[in-house]
């Protein structure tokens, strides 16, 4: 059971140039989760989806695009990368985003470590 | 919990002394915090979480305060080991939020042999 995978663990691009990060979770969670962290900082959430075929703006979606390719996979395009995109960025997943006031735990993957010069 | 932009806020304690985190949280909303423990080059690790019709919530060597009147939350971490040396986060959620997290700027703690 590995939990949260995410492919790449470092990247480097030349500002303008696409990637794909990838997301993989082995828990049957039915919600996952794109963020994006900065030095020093807390997390901030690009996007999620809260069940399979459905995907909603966080905080910080602009740049980004997310594709929830079923229930396992969730993957976060950069289309033109910028300077300010970089970051390192957290995929997480929780059994669901919860209603009724129950919130459900995330668990976080290894981050993928991204510089874009 | 605040925002610091580049610059953590510090924790340091000596091994075997109780170490407290405090965190403000900023919407009187919320019902739900948890605290999340980020170790260097990983993800953030779950560590406990309480609901906002308790007050207080332990877990092993960890215990959780939180007070609503003036909405800050603390972590308190008893005989402290270096392996508990991370940066720890603080988040909170509710329906005002769709039930998203929305996480503090976050505490390293450092202890000392």
């Known amino acids: 059971n590995a939990g949260v995978t995410q492919t790449p663990k470092f990247q480097v691009l030349k500002t303008g140039q696409s990637m794909t990060l990838q997301c993989a979770q082995d828990?049957?969670?039915?919600?996952m989760y794109w963020y994006r962290q900065d030095p020093g900082m807390g997390l901030r959430l690009i996007y999620y989806?809260?069940?399979?075929?459905?995907?909603d703006k966080g905080e910080v979606p602009n740049g980004y695009n997310v594709s929830r390719l079923n229930k396992r996979e969730f993957s976060l395009r950069l289309e033109s990368a910028a300077p300010s995109q970089t970051s390192v960025y957290f995929c997480?997943?929780?059994?669901?985003?919860?209603?009724?006031?129950?919130?459900?735990?995330?668990?976080f993957g290894p981050g993928t470590r991204l510089t874009v010069t | 919990g605040e925002s610091v932009g580049l610059h953590l806020p510090t924790l340091s304690v000596q091994e075997g002394d109780n170490s407290i985190i405090n965190c403000a949280y900023s919407?009187?909303?919320?019902?739900?915090f948890i605290w999340y423990k980020q170790e260097s080059g990983k993800g953030p690790q779950f560590i406990i979480d309480?609901?906002?019709?308790?007050d207080k919530r332990q877990g092993q060597r960890v215990t959780v305060l939180l007070n609503k009147t003036v909405k800050h939350l603390s972590l308190q971490i008893a005989a402290t080991q270096p392996g508990d040396s991370a940066v720890y986060f603080c988040?909170?959620?509710?329906?005002?939020?769709?039930?998203?997290?929305?996480f503090g700027g976050g505490t390293r703690l450092m202890v000392k042999p």
């Open positions: 997480a997943s929780s059994a669901g985003t919860g209603g009724a006031g129950f919130i459900y735990e995330q668990y």
């Open positions: 828990m049957n969670h039915n919600s």
């Open positions: 989806s809260a069940s399979e075929g459905t995907t």
């Open positions: 919407n009187s909303a919320s019902d739900y």
């Open positions: 309480i609901r906002s019709n308790m």
């Open positions: 988040a909170e959620s509710g329906a005002h939020a769709g039930n998203m997290l929305t």
